[in-house]
């Protein structure tokens, strides 16, 4: 009986041996040897995705403090304000890490999980998307990029390859180039993945070929906000970071240092993710899009362009319907009279904004509540027409839970004064 059980674990050693050989080889002859980092660095950690906190498994470039840090004024004292026991229960259900809620520029309420403190950054994901957009929108008001109307090869020469002479900054801050681009965070064939994990952003960007024209439709694509961060540090001569820096984290006062991630050592900042900050620092992003541009009477980007940033770009989407999600790399809401903009990123990362009340919301967690709301696509409400007019227009169930979550909480702080 021993000598069939040693039998068996032989064969079955031999078998595995084969096939990590095999796939060593299928890896090494397709070229996507960036497949070993991300396989180590996620089910190798007991992962199966990136987290919130791993800076230090990538190179990084340090975006630093402001020379004049402007503290938030806070005004937490209040005991009407709070979550319920629901609410709790909801961010514990999503793995919430930090949570906030400021309104004219005042912290109202404040709560971290676990680990998570004021001082600690966590990982944008695609919030970052939003802070490339800003960048562009600076670089555009001091004359070192032309218009958004710009082809990218002007910036990025071989960009003129295969078809893709065309592409417009524009096309890029609206997901509209045509890119042949698979954005799957779990398929870790996608570029998506690739991206994440390569050596050589540069090399990936200019590689992608078109699968229709440009400007036609909205196809959400990480691929876009990579191209805009090279064609930011070829117009500005600097790396993202170092203008970042100076153009945005210093004026806006952030108490602590940022950092982005870099696809190698002193290599390319992951545009398209990977901006790493504080709770309270990524609320400065909020307070910029509450006051188009104006951070505490400071002018940091043009009100023309932030105006620019939160229109419905004339696009279809994959659904087939017009485009009433997106702008320039910033999400756009609309509910009756009431605009709501906000930034999202992967696992549930978001800066929410109602300009109206001055509303910002902050959350960072390691879950989303990714379910999609159905929305009347004649007047944004519910139920006022017969269900077959509703249509998935691609706003995340969390969104409207933590925008109730915070109107509650100061209505009813209001009413207890």
Known sequence: MKKSVGFFIRIIGIVLFYLVFILNILILLSGKTYLYDGIYQTYFQGRTSPGIYDLHNFHNRKISQSSLPIPWVTNTGNNAIGLSKSEEEYHQQFDSKAFIILQNDTIIYE???????????????????????????????????????????????????????????????????????????????????????????????????????????????????????????????????????????????????????????????????????????????????VNKGDFMGKRIVSEVYMDEVVKWGDLTTNEGIRNQRYGLHFWVYKYGSEWVYYCIGFRGQLIITIPSKKIVIIRIGNKRDSDIQLVDMFNNTRGSINNSFYFKIGHPNDLFVYLNMANRMINESKLNK
């Open 111 to 289: 709560k971290y999980w676990d680990e998570h403190s004021i001082g600690k950054v966590s990982n944008s994901f695609s919030m970052s998307k939003s802070i490339i957009s800003l960048l562009i929108g600076i670089a555009i008001e001091e004359k070192k990029i032309k218009s958004l109307d710009e082809p990218v090869w002007h910036y990025l020469p071989a960009f003129k390859e295969y078809g893709r002479k065309s592409i417009t900054l524009r096309h890029l801050l609206s997901m509209s180039s045509g890119f042949e681009w698979n954005e799957s965070g779990s398929n870790p064939l996608s570029e998506n993945a690739e991206a994440y994990y390569t050596h050589d952003l540069y090399d990936l960007m200019m590689r992608q070929r078109l699968v229709k024209g440009p400007g036609q439709s909205f196809i959400y694509q990480s691929g876009n906000s990579q191209v805009l961060g090279h064609v930011l540090e070829k117009a500005t001569g600097t790396s993202l970071s170092n203008y970042a820096t100076s153009k945005l984290w210093n004026p806006l006062g952030a108490e602590n240092p940022a950092y982005w991630s870099l696809d190698k050592e002193n290599g390319n900042e992951k545009s398209f993710c990977c901006y790493y900050a504080t709770a309270r620092d990524f609320a400065r992003i909020g307070s910029l899009l």
